[in-house]
């Protein structure tokens, strides 16, 4: 091999070598550490973003196994109802969540630039690389997209009703062949709108519906 070859080569392999290393610190996805620890034999929804997905988690320190949360004792000990990719919990959970069954258990590690940062927040101390074990119960198309919007809004007057909501829930979770009780659509209902209907009037906008904040109706 010359040596002019030699050279060349060497300067080939040094950009792909930094074009990965670019790459990888661009792509959060990249820094949450996901350990699947059970999957369902079946799988008919993966979650993605967007999705209104039910959920319990507990976070623990990665220095020392501490845990900090635990959602089976917090409000009740419920399963927590939130949109994935949306930024309604922390960053990495939202990443390490994504693609997941009904059913599915996983595993999630993240640095501190994906959870909460430089400063923390109490009890989580600064610079506090994190570990979440959580557990998927349901997916469903979340009313989130403006396609579900046009949907849900049955007379057309760009904004939602609980009652249209509901409605939607209903048939979203019928259409996937697990239909729940009232109290159960009740509880999404009234979690949807406390954290969507920002003026508290009983309606949601399509400002205070699009969290994407793009795609005009």
């Given amino acids: 091999m010359s040596k002019f070859t030699f050279l060349f080569c ?18 959060p996805n990249s820094e949450v ?21 039910n ?6 320190l990665a220095k020392d196994g501490s845990q900090f949360y635990c959602s089976r004792s917090d409000k009740a000990g419920h399963p927590q ?12 959970l939202d990443l390490g969540m994504n693609d997941m069954c009904p059913g599915e258990k996983r595993k999630i590690t993240f640095p501190p630039s994906l959870g ?9 101390p600064p610079n506090a690389t994190l570990v979440f074990e959580v557990e998927l119960y349901s997916v469903s198309r979340g009313p989130r997209s403006m ?9 057309q007057d760009k904004s939602l009703t609980k009652e249209e909501v509901k409605r939607y829930l209903k048939l979203d979770y019928e259409r996937t ?24 009037n009983g309606l949601i906008t399509t400002k205070e519906y699009n969290v994407y904040q793009h795609d005009e109706l």
């Fill in 10 to 27: 060497s300067f080939i392999f040094l950009q792909m070598w930094l074009f990965f290393v670019v790459a990888a610190e661009d792509d």
């Fill in 33 to 53: 550490k996901i350990e699947v620890v059970f999957k369902p034999m079946e799988c008919n929804q993966k979650s993605k973003k967007g999705d209104l997905i």
């Fill in 55 to 60: 959920v319990h988690y507990d976070g623990y």
């Fill in 81 to 92: 109802w939130f949109v994935l990719g949306v930024g309604q919990v922390i960053k990495g």
């Fill in 116 to 124: 909460f940062g430089e400063e923390g927040k109490a009890p989580v």
């Fill in 147 to 155: 396609e579900a919007f046009r949907e849900i809004d049955l007379d």
């Fill in 177 to 200: 062949g697990t239909p729940k009780d009232e109290a159960f659509y009740d509880k999404i209902m009234a979690d949807i709108f406390h954290k969507n209907d920002h003026d508290r």
